[in-house]
C-alpha cells in the first residue's frame, strides 16, 4: 500500500480532535452545564398545540435538543451569549388530547441530558375538585383547583382569603369555609375594589374573570357569582349561607 493513502485518514482523524478541542475544549465527554426551563402556558390546557419553550443558565452559544414528552416532533435550539433560548414549539397531529404529566427535556448535542421541567396538561373546563369555579378559574386566581375545603392555616393567604376555594373570599372566624355576607363585603371593604381594574394583590376577586359586560374586571358580576354560585360538594345546592364546606 503506497504510504500517502494511510496517512489520510490519520491526518482527519487529527484534525478533527484537534478542531474538536479547540472548539469545545471543555465539553468533550462531559456534559454542558445545565439550566432552567419554562413552559409557558404552564399548566397547559387541554386542546393546547403549541407551546413557548424557554431556557436559561445553561452554556453561551450551545445547540440544544429539546424533546417534550410523549409528544412529536423534537426540536433543536441554539443558546445566545448568555446562555438562554426560546423556541416555539408545535404538537404534531394537534393539541394535546389527554389530561396528565408531561415533562420538557433539553439535552446536549451528545444526548446529555442537561434540565428536565415538569407540566401538567389540565381540563380547564371541568371542575375537578368540585367547589363550584372551574379549573382554569382557579389557574386564574391562583387558588389550588384540586382542593375545595381549607384545611390549614397554610390554606389562608395574607389578606385572609382561602387559597382553595374561590367562593370564600373572607376564610376567617364564623366564615371560614362558608360563603356569606362576610364573603360579600370584601368586594368593599377594606377597601373598595368593586368597579376597578385587577391588581396583583385584588386578582383574587375576580371570580368571574375579565369585564365581561362592564367597565372593570371587579364588577357586579363577580360579587353575583359568590353570593349565587352553586357547588358539585353541596349536592349542586347554593353556596352562600350554606352549611360549611367539609374536608
Ligand atoms: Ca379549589
Ligand atoms: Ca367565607
Ligand atoms: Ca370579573
Redesign the pocket.
Known sequence: MPRSTATIPILALLLTVALAALGESVSIGAPQPGGQLTVSPDPVPLGTDTLVISGSGFAANKYVVITVSGALPGAEATTNGSGAFQITWTRWGGGFNGVGDHWVTASDSRGNQLAVKHFQVVDGDSDGDGDGFLTSVEYYLGTNASKACATSAGDIDSSGSSRVWPGDLYAAGASYNTVDIQDLIRFVAPDRLLDTNVSATSRRL???????AFAT???I??LATVSTFSAPMFGGARAFDHAPCSP
Do not use: A, R
Not at 375576580?206 to 365581561?212: A, N, Y
Open positions: 375576580d371570580v368571574e374573570p375579565g369585564k365581561g374586571d371587579i364588577n358580576q363577580d
